[in-house]
């Protein structure tokens, strides 16, 4: 039987407006100042799912470099997919959800 892990984050954005050359302003929704909060994410899927980054690579196919990258090295902004393929390795679901609750788009049934 396969162990699904479940884990819930919330990000609450911090609104910082700028003023450009032109006058308007311009709100910046969300910033972080050294890498993406996706990669803390990972990082616990990681560890919870008590997997080696061989074992990651193997079944996601993302190399080992890049896990390694993500969170050793110098990565900042992990691409969306690669990030879906070693949380699907750890058995993560990736659930959007409206603020009300609902569920716009989930993982897919095969």
Known sequence: ??????LQVSVQ????????????????????????PVLDICRTAVEESGLSYQEIADRSGVSIGTLYSWFHRDT????????KFVLDACEVDVIYKRRDGATIRGARKH
Do not use: C, W
Request: proline fraction near 5%; glycine fraction near 2%; charged fraction near 30%.
């Open 1 to 6: 039987m396969a162990r699904t892990a479940a």
């Open 13 to 36: 954005p911090t609104k910082r407006i700028s003023v450009r050359n032109n006058g308007t302003q311009h709100v910046n929704d969300y910033r972080f100042i050294e890498k993406d």
């Open 76 to 83: 900042k902004r992990p691409q969306h997919l690669t990030v």
